[in-house]
């Protein structure tokens, strides 16, 4: 339905109001009230910039002609906020704009194709769509893209024809995305905070509703905690030592009741081992970055022993560090592997070689085999750096950002 007597800047409020009312919907209206929308006069077709969202008037007075469009466009804006993609993918954007730029539209159209009411939003013309990345993060997609962007196979800039397309001619992307490069850590904190509040208070209007949450949505909602935190706790409670009772010293505590106890002595606290994925998914910054925090915890905690082991479909090779090395972990990490992925090869490997740790650490992206087999009876801590929808089969996972 073309509204011939509407402004754009009026056909902009419709549309907010719209699908604030809507149940499908409403779960963004927090979202939607944050920061400025408005209509702009440059060239422009849409813009965020992670928490303002911007619509040039020459793209919805041209492109935008039916209002289900300008609904499209506007919930497609505010997804973008809601997801925080520009917060949490910084590094994908620095490291392949286009691509980052891509991931980041097909996962919102995803959601928007999604809706069932086909009388609250349309997809505008041209928008990037394709089902193999629905229900998808975008870290889950830019990995899609850039592999077949390596292999040749266009990096999923066709569109996804062979995948399903169904928004007619998915052949551009219709906005921009580019985050506010004077914006300091500070700022972008207090921005996520601010969008994960509006977006929880949705989820409770959602909820009252009886509306399903989209499972990226969902993904965005779970609490993010703090991996150096986990990884010290864990550490620490793993490497308490073994309590063990002396009668060469009487515990001096109960000696003034006359009563002649033993002390307890803290033996040996064994050994940490690391578990490093060379997939090709973590760079060398992130592990440098965990193994700075390792160093730490070692030189506080002091095991006996700290071993690497660096695997992909196999463990291709291990470090061992004692205490005189804990302090400079990270200068002597020599990573092997590169290949493809399979971290029941570790599980393999502890139990051949009956390695006896105290603790076991995981680092990897979380793309892994469909059915590990993690026999390892030692507690286990996962770090996971993007697939957060994954689900350890032992221990317990932190998302590593």
């Known amino acids: 339905m073309q509204l011939m007597f509407m402004t754009e800047e009026m056909r902009l409020k419709k549309a907010h109001v719209a699908l604030m009312r809507h149940p499908e919907t409403a779960l963004y209206a927090g979202v939607m009230m944050m920061g400025e929308s408005e209509v702009v006069d440059s060239e422009i077709t849409a813009y965020t910039d992670g928490v303002n969202k911007k619509y040039g008037r020459k793209f919805l007075s041209t492109v935008c002609r039916d209002q289900l469009e300008v609904n499209g466009l506007v919930l497609h804006e505010n997804l973008h906020v809601a997801l925080r993609q520009l917060i949490h993918n910084r590094d994908l954007f620095k490291e392949n704009r286009k691509l980052a730029n891509m991931a980041a539209d097909y996962v919102v159209n995803g959601i928007i194709m999604s809706i069932h009411d086909k009388n609250l939003v349309k997809l505008p013309k041209g928008g990037l769509y394709d089902m193999r990345f629905v229900d998808m993060s975008m870290r889950e997609v830019y990995r899609i893209l850039k592999e077949e ?59 009252r509703l009886g509306v399903d949450i989209p499972r990226v949505v969902k993904d965005a909602l779970k609490p993010t905690v703090n991996w150096r935190e986990a990884l010290r706790d864990f550490v620490s409670a793993s490497c308490r030592g073994k309590d063990e009772y002396t009668w060469r010293k009487f515990n001096r505590r109960m000696l003034a009741n006359d009563l002649y106890l033993p002390s307890v002595e803290n033996e040996t606290i064994g050994e940490v081992l690391i ?22 915890i070692c030189e506080s905690v002091e095991p006996d022993m700290v071993r690497v082991l660096w695997w992909d479909t196999k463990v291709h090779g291990e470090q061992k560090f004692t205490s005189q090395d804990y302090g400079r972990i990270g200068s002597l990490l020599k990573p092997k592997g590169g290949g493809g992925t399979r971290v029941s090869s570790v599980s393999d490997y502890i139990n051949k070689n009956k390695i006896s740790a105290e603790c076991v650490i995981v680092f990897t992206d979380g793309y892994l085999e469909s059915n590990v087999t993690w026999s390892v009876s030692s507690p286990t801590l996962w770090l996971v750096t993007a697939n957060r929808s994954w689900t350890p089969p032992s221990g317990k996972s932190v998302n590593f950002q």
């Open 149 to 207: 962007s390596e292999s040749g196979g266009g990096g999923g800039g066709d569109g996804g024809d062979g995948g399903g397309s169904e928004s007619g001619g998915s052949d551009y992307e219709f906005d921009e995305h580019d985050i506010n490069g004077d914006a300091s850590e500070e700022d972008v904190q207090k921005m996520s905070d601010d969008i994960d509040r509006a977006l929880r208070e949705g989820a409770l209007l959602a909820g």
């Open 275 to 296: 578990a490093i994925d060379t997939s090709g998914s973590i760079g060398q910054q992130q592990i440098n970055e965990f193994a700075t925090e390792l160093s730490s």
